[in-house]
């Protein structure tokens, strides 16, 4: 999620781009399970994608190291 909205952020003429939402199949905890805070739009609609390097978000790492094997 964070990359496509991170290309779309780049892109001149992107109007639109769709947010998987549909709880409770497809809740936030489910789709951004490894950060440490899900990625939300305000109530306009708007996502904030932040100024921290990379994606832009943290990591979950206890979350990270539970999924871990071996």
Do not use: K
């Not at 390097?53 to 206890?62: I, T």
């Amino acid at each position: 999620m964070t990359a496509n909205a991170h290309l779309v952020a780049g892109l001149v003429d992107a109007p639109l781009l769709e947010f998987p939402f549909d709880p409770p199949e497809w809740s936030l905890a489910r789709r951004d399970y490894i950060m440490a805070e899900p990625l939300t739009a305000d109530p306009q609609g708007w996502i904030n994608l932040g100024d921290a390097p990379g994606m832009g978000y943290a990591l979950d790492e206890g979350r990270l190291l539970a999924t871990r094997i071996g």
